[in-house]
């Protein structure tokens, strides 16, 4: 069965900021230096073209469950879990989630992935799309994932059984 995974209003906002921004950036470097390109002007565009293409293609798109696997779909390197080593999975409330600190990811370009942590949980690993809906993943080597489902009750009743 396949779950969708929309992105939230703010992953939106700062995507499509985010998007603008690299755009414009890019655009006056090649506008003001077309005739003069110094390096520093195209390393800067290569950055931001290798930053923009890396967040989309390691950004989740959807999640997949199979008789024996979850599978976070993204355009590059999908994430595969077996079903059997899964410990638990359960809701995740606002509360649980403050002060959730983002140490190594991503926090709104296009999702929120990567690593993060906070008081009450501990170090996770997210493959989300929004703030809300947020399912958390438990494995036997007690890994902590983050999945963010547009059904979740759905979801956490399917990988359950």
């Not at 942590?117 to 996770?124: A, E, F, R």
């Not at 809906?133 to 979801?155: G, Q, R, S």
């Amino acid at each position: 069965m396949t779950f969708k995974a929309s992105l939230d209003r703010l992953a939106k906002g700062v995507t499509i900021s985010v998007s603008i921004l690299f755009a414009i950036i890019i655009g006056v470097e090649v506008f003001i230096y077309w005739s003069k390109w110094q390096l520093s002007e195209i390393l800067t565009s290569l950055f931001l073209i290798a930053v923009y293409l890396a967040t989309y293609f390691y950004r989740p798109i959807n999640y997949d469950l199979t008789d024996e696997n979850l599978v976070i779909h993204r355009p590059f390197n999908n994430v595969i879990i077996k079903r059997k080593n899964i410990k638990s999975v359960k809701s995740i409330d606002k509360d649980q989630m403050k002060w959730t600190i983002r140490t190594l990811g991503v926090g709104g370009f296009f999702g929120y992935y990567g690593q993060f942590v906070n008081s009450q949980l501990g170090n996770m690993t997210w493959y989300a799309t929004r703030q809300d809906k947020t399912v958390l993943i438990e494995t036997n080597d007690n890994k902590k994932l983050v999945v963010t489902p547009d059904e979740p009750e759905e979801f956490i009743k399917q990988l359950s059984v």
